[in-house]
């Protein structure tokens, strides 16, 4: 479908007399894609629902919740991997693409769950993790086994110095060098993330065309499209120490573009760490033909401290928040296409990151659902979130389960920083913190499994679960439907351009959509205190529509606005009073 915008907006009268539009600037016609109003939630297998009792989640688990899911509205699930592997990165290293795990289920399940999805109008995106396989991949196997092994040029290999030492000082992002001597052919072979993860070699023809051959093999099954792992470092050039946003990498996304999901309307998200709103732009920009949108993280590093990363976290600063919003939003208002999210299965749980976990769980979690649902994008829910789940705080580091928090916890207590200070970093940050099972109810194990879970599940699940909220009109979980329903009855929130309001409020963060003369505010408190608000002479005593709010509805913008603690609200401002 077609919808045109003209900036500024004087909408469907100028369209008819195109004559006269000259003199009010440009006219946009915005191709609409079925995913622009669609709502992504996104499952990790291993923890969301277990259905044949071994404490681990699976394909059956997830086809059993896919009536909840339909009833929360969504209408994309984001599956994180289910293929064929040893889990030494739970998934995100793959022995086999064309296979499930059989601790996941089987390809009949899987073929299940794409049909049984497809009935409720749900799609899956299936996890594209091509960066690198796992070290048991068949091609991996093949190529260590000589240096002129068919395969040996599927990966990355380099002599060691004349020390022996490896080529160079590059890291894995979890910890320790980037390279691993492989003693059978005396070469060291590299690997971004673990050992176990030896890095692909997409310079090398043959690699592309397996891959594409794969994704083809998954797009003919009916999935909804790909979330593309690490995407942005399929561009390596090792030898220059090139990793992220390599010079061949958007050739690269569009030889994949039009090998495989080019001519399909299928949703193709790409995970990139180093990516900037002009790189964004080139991947998702329509007629450049790569990607639908990425993932992009400048929100979220917002807490990291600049030297130690995540693991000596930073206080959340919503001015600067506000001011990367802002930008992302700008930067892709016209051209391409945002992604958004508070958090992933990398990522701390949302509402104990950017909320209150505690006294206001359940007003913060909403006051950032609606921050984030009414802005310009495709909105990801992580499983849980919906509910308000929250960080963990296990006594050990080994309950955290994560190949990554071990590995740092090593490296970095090896260098001397205390446990103590390791574990505050831990606490905030370490991915184990997205990963304890789901929590549906109040029974045993939190009703995700009738065996003990492969990871200890949050002890907060009697208080927080599915089946209280669904119990609760006030709950959170109904807050998400009423959020995905708008959705998907207003354009304005699909299509409206983005205005800040506000933006040295310390602790406001508020902005307007505008589509014709369709007109949002909307106006969420980051503070756990009241917060009065002096309403600009623009938006004082407009009236409307109360859309949403986590405390009563608010339709009439007053002078004076007081603010509960973490109140949020969005009202759709009547065309007459504008
Ligand atoms: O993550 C990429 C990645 O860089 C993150 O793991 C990052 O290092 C860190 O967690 C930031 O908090 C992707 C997958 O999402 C992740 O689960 C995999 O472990 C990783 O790639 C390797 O496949
Ligand atoms: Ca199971």
Redesign the pocket.
């Known amino acids: 479908m077609l919808i045109s915008k003209l900036i500024p907006e004087m909408l469907h009268s100028s369209v008819e007399s195109l004559g006269r539009t000259k003199k009010l600037t440009r006219v946009l016609i915005v191709e609409t894609k079925w995913w622009h109003n669609a709502v992504v939630y996104q499952i990790y297998p291993r923890s969301f629902a277990d259905a044949n009792g071994d404490g681990i989640g699976d394909l059956a688990g997830i086809i059993g919740k896919l009536d909840y899911l339909q009833t929360l509205g969504i209408n994309v699930i984001w599956l ?1 991997p289910v293929f064929r592997s040893p889990m030494d ?2 998934g ?2 793959i022995s086999d693409y064309c296979d499930i795990a059989p601790e996941f289920g089987t390809l009949a399940e899987m073929e299940a769950l794409i049909a049984e999805a497809a009935r409720r109008d749900i799609r899956i995106l299936m996890d594209l ?1 091509v ?2 396989t796992s070290d048991e991949h068949p091609w991996f196997i093949e190529a260590r086994k000589s240096r002129d092994n068919p395969y040996r040029d599927y990966y990355i290999w380099r002599a060691p110095r004349t020390d022996g030492s490896a080529p160079d000082e590059q890291r894995s ?2 910890g320790g060098s980037a390279w691993e001597f492989d003693a059978t052919t005396g070469e060291y072979f590299f690997h ?2 673990s050992k176990r ?1 030896p890095d692909l070699n997409w310079a090398n023809p043959q690699v592309q065309q397996e891959v594409h051959q794969m994704m083809n093999w998954w797009l003919d099954k009916g999935i909804g499209g790909f979330r593309m ?2 995407i942005d470092l399929i561009g390596k050039e090792v030898d220059r120490g090139i990793t992220t946003n390599g010079p061949h990498l958007h050739q690269l996304l569009q030889e994949m573009n039009a090998a495989t999901f080019g001519e399909r309307d299928v949703l193709t998200v790409g ?1 990139t ?1 180093g990516v900037t709103p002009e790189i964004a732009r080139l991947y998702s920009e329509p007629a450049r033909r790569e990607l639908s949108m990425v993932f992009q ?1 400048e929100h ?1 590093t917002l807490t990291w401290d600049q030297q130690d ?2 693991w000596t976290p930073r206080a959340f600063d919503l001015r600067e928040f506000k001011g990367v919003i802002g930008k992302w939003q700008s930067a892709l208002g016209d051209t391409g296409w945002n992604s958004l999210f508070w958090n ?4 701390p749980r949302a509402v104990s990151s950017y909320g209150d976990p505690g006294r206001y769980r359940v007003e913060s979690a909403k006051m950032l659902a609606t921050a984030l649902h009414f802005l310009k994008g495709t909105p990801y829910i992580y499983q849980g979130e919906e509910i308000g789940m929250t960080n963990v705080r296990f006594e050990s580091v080994e309950d955290y389960q994560d ?2 928090s071990l590995g740092l916890y090593r490296e970095r207590t090896l260098a001397g920083v205390s446990h103590e200070a390791m574990m505050e970093g831990i606490y905030a ?1 370490s ?1 184990g913190n997205a990963r304890t099972p789901m929590q549906w109810d109040a029974s045993e194990n939190a009703g995700f499994s009738h065996a003990e879970p492969w990871m200890k599940v949050n002890p907060n699940y009697r208080e927080i679960n599915v089946a209280t909220a669904l119990d609760d009109p006030g709950s959170i979980l109904h807050h998400y439907r009423v959020l995905i329903r708008l959705r998907k009855e207003r354009p304005v929130i699909v299509h409206g351009d983005y205005r800040p309001l506000f933006d040295e409020h310390p602790q406001l963060f508020a902005y307007e959509r505008r589509l014709g003369d369709q007109r949002l505010v909307v106006i969420n408190n980051f503070s756990g205190q009241p917060v009065a608000l002096e309403l600009p002479a623009s938006l004082r005593g407009l009236a409307g529509e109360s859309l949403v709010s986590n405390y009563g509805p608010r339709n009439v913008l007053g002078q004076h606005l007081t603010l509960q603690p973490y109140e949020s609200f969005a009202i759709a401002l009547d065309t007459q009073t504008t």
């Open positions: 994180s990165d739970h995100y290293d993790v960066n690198h992002n979890f971004l993330f993860q792992d690490v995970e760490w993280f979220i990363g995540k992933n299965h990398d990522l190949a990554e940050n991915r």
